[in-house]
């Protein structure tokens, strides 16, 4: 295992005084930290709350990086706010949940956005709607910008969970593989919602091959004037990165290698086994449809499909199975059972699928 130092965006959710913004800035530089975050217009869900001093705070950005040759960027969600950091001399802004998921606004700062040079990076939107993602990033390609970055923070959820929004790292696989080498970091501050929850995310995204982190840190975080309880003072966050560490995609080990070549194996032989007998349960289900179709029985019994479901799920949770996953997998299996017996039953010629 090899151990490098991920890429770093830290910086306050809130740009909130001169003397926070420099304060919290000066920390990050002390610990490595090159590239310096800010919200200046801050999109609060509800009304009431802090929403960021605006443009009065961009200068404090341009003295972080004038003074400590820190890269800085903040939050843009229309037009006036692209041409206000443009007059501020900012060379990267991000677009935020709450923005990427419409595409008007999308559009419209792709056309700010056109032709600066500027660096943007597109945060997943609120939703697990990964096709909104998909079309932020191409409304950036088609006004010909190509310097974009992608920013995975979690979609939100009517449930309580563990994290403030649910990770979904599904999500984020996608993306990188619809959009290899563009540079892909984690948000873990919004995703967790709680500083406690943000080393074993920053891990788990770095775990899945992400090139680094976007994280909130703010000098006094517990005076925060926004997401207070999910920021990390610069020491802290110090302490963190050092934690953490990056697992290469290969290694030279030859005995590793050899390892897991064996293991890999092993699963192609597993997986082959798996589709011949997905393809026995079917040719057995097709042939309960024909007896349906003989018998004018309906396709769908479901006190047998509960006995079905309630057997696999304890058999699998003697054998250290998430239900969750039984249930699904077998959910997906009666579905395509399902849809197989209904054309048996719909074909009236007496040819089922092909099959004469
Ligand atoms: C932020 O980065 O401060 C922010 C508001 O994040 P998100 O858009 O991910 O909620
Ligand atoms: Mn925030």
Redesign the pocket.
């Given at each position: 295992m090899d151990i490098k130092t991920p890429y770093i965006i830290a910086g306050p959710?809130?740009a909130e005084s001169e003397d926070q913004v420099m304060r919290t800035a000066r920390g990050l530089k002390d610990i490595g930290v090159g590239v310096f975050?800010a919200?200046i217009w801050?999109?609060r869900t509800r009304p009431g709350n802090f929403e960021g001093v605006g443009e009065c705070g961009l200068p404090w950005l341009q003295r972080v990086h004038d003074e400590l040759g820190m890269r800085v960027c903040t939050?843009v969600a229309s037009t006036s706010h692209v041409e206000a950091c443009l007059k501020a001399g900012l060379d990267m802004v991000?677009?935020?949940?709450?923005?990427?998921t419409n595409p008007f606004l999308v559009q419209e700062l792709a056309d700010a956005l056109s032709g600066t040079g500027v660096h943007v990076m597109v945060?997943?939107p609120?939703n697990a709607d990964v096709a909104l993602w998909v079309g932020a990033v191409e409304r950036l390609q088609r006004r010909g910008i190509e310097n974009f970055g992608l920013?995975h923070?979690?979609v939100s959820s009517f449930e309580k969970m563990r994290y403030r929004?649910s990770p979904q790292w599904q999500m984020a696989v996608h993306m990188r593989r619809l959009f290899p080498g563009v540079p892909f970091l984690c948000?873990p501050?919004?995703?967790g919602g709680n500083a406690a929850y943000v080393p074993e995310l920053s891990q788990r995204a770095l775990d899945l091959g992400l090139d680094g982190l976007?994280i909130?840190s703010h000098c006094c975080p517990s005076c925060a004037l926004?997401?207070a309880s999910q920021q990390l003072a610069p020491e802290e966050l110090g302490r963190m990165i050092a934690g953490l560490s990056i697992r290469d995609d290969g290694s030279a080990n030859p005995a590793f290698e050899r390892a897991v070549s064996e293991q890999r194996a092993r699963i192609d032989t597993i997986d082959e086994n798996l589709v011949r007998l997905l393809a026995s349960r079917m040719e057995v289900s097709r042939e309960i449809g024909r007896l349906k179709k003989e018998n004018n029985v309906a396709v769908l019994q479901l006190s047998r499909w509960d006995d079905v479901l309630e057997s696999a799920i304890s058999e699998g949770q003697t054998l250290g199975m998430d239900p969750d996953f039984v249930r699904d997998v077998f959910n997906a299996i009666h579905s395509a059972s399902i849809a197989e017996q209904n054309s048996i039953l719909h074909d009236d010629d007496g040819k089922e699928n092909g099959r004469q």
């Amino acid at each position: 295992m090899d151990i490098k130092t991920p890429y770093i965006i830290a910086g306050p959710c809130s740009a909130e005084s001169e003397d926070q913004v420099m304060r919290t800035a000066r920390g990050l530089k002390d610990i490595g930290v090159g590239v310096f975050r800010a919200g200046i217009w801050k999109p609060r869900t509800r009304p009431g709350n802090f929403e960021g001093v605006g443009e009065c705070g961009l200068p404090w950005l341009q003295r972080v990086h004038d003074e400590l040759g820190m890269r800085v960027c903040t939050e843009v969600a229309s037009t006036s706010h692209v041409e206000a950091c443009l007059k501020a001399g900012l060379d990267m802004v991000w677009i935020g949940a709450r923005t990427s998921t419409n595409p008007f606004l999308v559009q419209e700062l792709a056309d700010a956005l056109s032709g600066t040079g500027v660096h943007v990076m597109v945060k997943n939107p609120i939703n697990a709607d990964v096709a909104l993602w998909v079309g932020a990033v191409e409304r950036l390609q088609r006004r010909g910008i190509e310097n974009f970055g992608l920013i995975h923070r979690g979609v939100s959820s009517f449930e309580k969970m563990r994290y403030r929004n649910s990770p979904q790292w599904q999500m984020a696989v996608h993306m990188r593989r619809l959009f290899p080498g563009v540079p892909f970091l984690c948000d873990p501050s919004h995703m967790g919602g709680n500083a406690a929850y943000v080393p074993e995310l920053s891990q788990r995204a770095l775990d899945l091959g992400l090139d680094g982190l976007m994280i909130e840190s703010h000098c006094c975080p517990s005076c925060a004037l926004s997401d207070a309880s999910q920021q990390l003072a610069p020491e802290e966050l110090g302490r963190m990165i050092a934690g953490l560490s990056i697992r290469d995609d290969g290694s030279a080990n030859p005995a590793f290698e050899r390892a897991v070549s064996e293991q890999r194996a092993r699963i192609d032989t597993i997986d082959e086994n798996l589709v011949r007998l997905l393809a026995s349960r079917m040719e057995v289900s097709r042939e309960i449809g024909r007896l349906k179709k003989e018998n004018n029985v309906a396709v769908l019994q479901l006190s047998r499909w509960d006995d079905v479901l309630e057997s696999a799920i304890s058999e699998g949770q003697t054998l250290g199975m998430d239900p969750d996953f039984v249930r699904d997998v077998f959910n997906a299996i009666h579905s395509a059972s399902i849809a197989e017996q209904n054309s048996i039953l719909h074909d009236d010629d007496g040819k089922e699928n092909g099959r004469q």
